[in-house]
């Protein structure tokens, strides 16, 4: 094993031997080169005034070189901020500014010692490091059957990870605590285990009230009590989207610090919070008391980045960069949520209206993005098609009776049409199949 990599785990081993458990096969052996390239050009670039031939981009008048084509549709943008590579962990202004905005908006995460976050290509990518960290073959992944199903391609095709599902909703239509925690203690011969919290959810648009959210962290902390290594990853793609009755924090803030069983991941991004999704901007930050932890975890996250995209892209995190530090930022922010939010509202004033109730039920939904309609008696598939070929209207099936629908692409004043026609489609399957 590489003497950096062995630094690194002796680190860790010595500081938590519990989280060193957690580290997968490739998490033990992955660490960032010292002495390499990038290394030897970030040492150059700081001291190289006269000539710096180390990196591989090319400049022209001392700027890098670009097209004027490219250039002028960025005009408002310096060259430097845009074409030159940026450090394999992000702009250092920009992991900046999102651990001041985390913190903000997770008040919880005051007084807790938590790394800088690390940027990502979005989160499927903070996902994948994740995975490559930490699971190994046979490891379990816990997740609720309400799920997106990219977890089972990151955690078990590319892993060898074995997906643990537990019922989302208990019979009460609340977060299924005890699922959870029923699922996590059938470990405890492994004493090992990853749990993703995705809250809001993916797909039913639901986020766990504040007494949920406590009997969430009860849970991981008595299985970290009863001798079982946690990875606890807290997927937040749909931050802040919370309209009402659920947590309005990440669980990351209280699972910081809770227990030296337990590691909290937090994966979340620009994508969805900022409605960018096409700039691929994501960040992995990682909670434990010890400051040695935290570097070197940063350190194989970064040997993970090195060894798969080396680093993302430059003009994204510039974007995103300018508009945090916009005056207008929050206030631009709060008038599309106020959007987002009054569709959800119209989508739950029809669904309660009764005119619906004889062909399906609705899962509870109070955030996010989505929501997912409970067919009675016809098949999501079939609806699905009808609906698409039909109408062109487009849904998505899961399993046999779940559709869901994103409200979020939705004009408000469409929702009623989209829902009537969607009812039409289930009444047309419904006498084609007598």
């Given at each position: 094993m590489n003497p950096l990599a062995e630094a690194l785990n002796a680190t860790i081993e010595r500081e938590n031997s519990h989280v060193f458990a957690m580290l997968s096969s490739l998490?033990?052996?992955?660490?960032?080169?010292?002495?390499?390239?990038?290394?030897?050009?970030?040492?150059?670039?700081?001291?190289?005034?006269?000539?710096?031939?180390?990196?591989?981009?090319?400049?022209?008048?001392?700027?890098?070189?670009?097209?004027?084509?490219?250039?002028?549709?960025?005009?408002?943008?310096?060259?430097?901020?845009?074409?030159e590579y940026a450090p394999p962990a992000g702009k250092p202004e920009l992991r900046t500014a999102w651990r001041s905005k985390m913190l903000k908006e997770n008040p919880s995460l005051a007084n807790k010692n938590y790394g800088n976050p690390v940027v990502?290509?979005?989160l499927t990518h903070g996902l994948s490091i994740v995975a490559d960290l930490f699971a190994d073959a046979g490891d379990a992944v816990i997740i609720p059957n309400k799920n997106w199903e990219n977890y089972e391609l990151t955690f078990g095709i590319r892993r060898g990870a074995v997906m643990v599902e537990y019922p989302l909703y208990n019979s009460e239509n609340r977060f299924?605590?005890?699922?959870?925690?029923?699922?996590?203690f059938a470990q405890k011969d492994k004493g090992k285990a990853i749990v993703v919290l995705n809250f809001p959810n993916n797909p039913t648009g639901y986020t766990p009230g504040a007494e949920e959210g406590r009997e969430i962290v009860a849970a991981l902390n008595d299985?970290?009590?009863?001798?079982?290594?946690?990875v606890a990853v807290t997927d937040d793609a749909y931050f802040g989207l919370f309209f009402e009755g659920s947590m309005h924090e990440s669980l990351f803030g209280q699972l910081a610090g809770l227990h030296p069983r337990v590691l909290p991941i937090k994966v979340d991004g620009?994508?969805?919070?900022?409605?960018?999704?096409?700039?691929?901007?994501?960040?992995?930050?990682?909670?434990?008391?010890?400051?040695?932890?935290l570097s070197a975890l940063e350190q194989k996250t970064l040997g993970i980045i090195r060894a798969t995209i080396s680093s993302g892209p430059h003009p994204s995190q510039t974007f995103v960069l300018k508009a945090l530090q916009a005056?207008?930022?929050?206030?631009?922010?709060?008038?599309?949520f106020a959007i987002m939010k009054a569709r959800a509202n119209r989508v739950k004033d029809l669904l309660d209206s009764g005119r619906?109730?004889?062909?399906w039920s609705y899962y509870p939904f109070n955030s996010g993005y989505f929501m997912c309609l409970k067919l009675n008696s016809v098949e999501a598939e079939t609806v699905r098609t009808r609906l698409l070929d039909e109408y062109q209207i487009?849904?998505?099936?899961?399993?046999?009776?779940?559709?869901?629908?994103?409200?979020?692409?939705?004009?408000?004043?469409?929702?009623?049409?989209?829902?009537?026609?969607?009812?039409?489609?289930?009444?047309?399957?419904?006498?084609?199949?007598?």
């Open positions: 998490g033990k052996a992955i660490y960032f080169p010292k002495e390499g390239i990038l290394s030897q050009s970030a040492e150059a670039k700081a001291k190289a005034k006269k000539y710096n031939a180390t990196i591989g981009i090319a400049t022209e008048n001392g700027q890098p070189m670009h097209l004027k084509v490219i250039q002028d549709t960025l005009s408002a943008y310096n060259p430097k901020d845009l074409y990502t290509n979005a299924n605590a005890q699922g959870l925690r029923e699922a996590l299985a970290a009590e009863a001798g079982i290594n946690v620009a994508t969805k919070e900022e409605y960018v999704w096409g700039f691929r901007v994501g960040f992995i930050t990682y909670a434990d008391p010890s400051d040695a932890v005056p207008e930022f929050e206030a631009q922010k709060e008038e599309k619906f109730g004889d062909v487009g849904t998505i099936a899961l399993g046999k009776s779940d559709l869901r629908v994103a409200f979020s692409c939705i004009e408000e004043e469409n929702l009623e049409e989209l829902f009537d026609t969607i009812y039409k489609a289930v009444r047309d399957v419904t006498v084609a199949s007598k």
